[in-house]
Nanobody, 124 residues
Framework: QVQLVESGGGLVQAGGSLRLSCAAS????????MGWFRQVPGKEREFVAA????????NYADSVKGRFTVSAGNAKNTVYLQSSSLKPEDTAVYYCAYRSLPGLGRRLNDYNYWGPGTQVTVSS
């Protein structure tokens, strides 16, 4: 089992920045990728960004490319999401995701474990 804990969510004005963090614990010997998804009420959870643990290759949704940066922390099994130029449409619950299989995915079922989520609200 792997446990994920997100932090860093909150309220920010449009145009502002926010940094989300996610720490994985438990059976994390087979980490291949970690990433971020987001969800608003009434909509499906959508891919935001992910990073491959081997090689550090990032992948972004078109909606956040150029504004968000995903990175792996120096601490083992930690991932960050630095967001800038935030828009009201970025408002959502952001979920950390963990993948213990080779590869880097953008789909929900590409990831084995999920954090409880952290709310990000961008005011206009």
């Amino acid at each position: 089992q792997v446990q994920l804990v997100e932090s860093g969510g909150g309220l920010v004005q449009a145009g502002g920045s926010l940094r989300l963090s996610c720490a994985a614990s438990g059976r994390t010997l087979s980490t291949y990728a970690m990433g971020w998804f987001r969800q608003v009420p009434g909509k499906e959870r959508e891919f935001v960004a992910a990073i491959n643990w081997i090689g550090g290759r990032p992948n972004y949704a078109d909606s956040v490319k150029g504004r968000f940066t995903v990175s792996a922390g120096n601490a083992k099994n930690t991932v960050y999401l630095q967001s800038s130029s935030l828009k009201p449409e970025d408002t959502a619950v952001y979920y950390c995701a963990y993948r213990s299989l080779p590869g880097l995915g953008r789909r929900l079922n590409d990831y084995n474990y999920w954090g409880p989520g952290t709310q990000v609200t961008v005011s206009s």
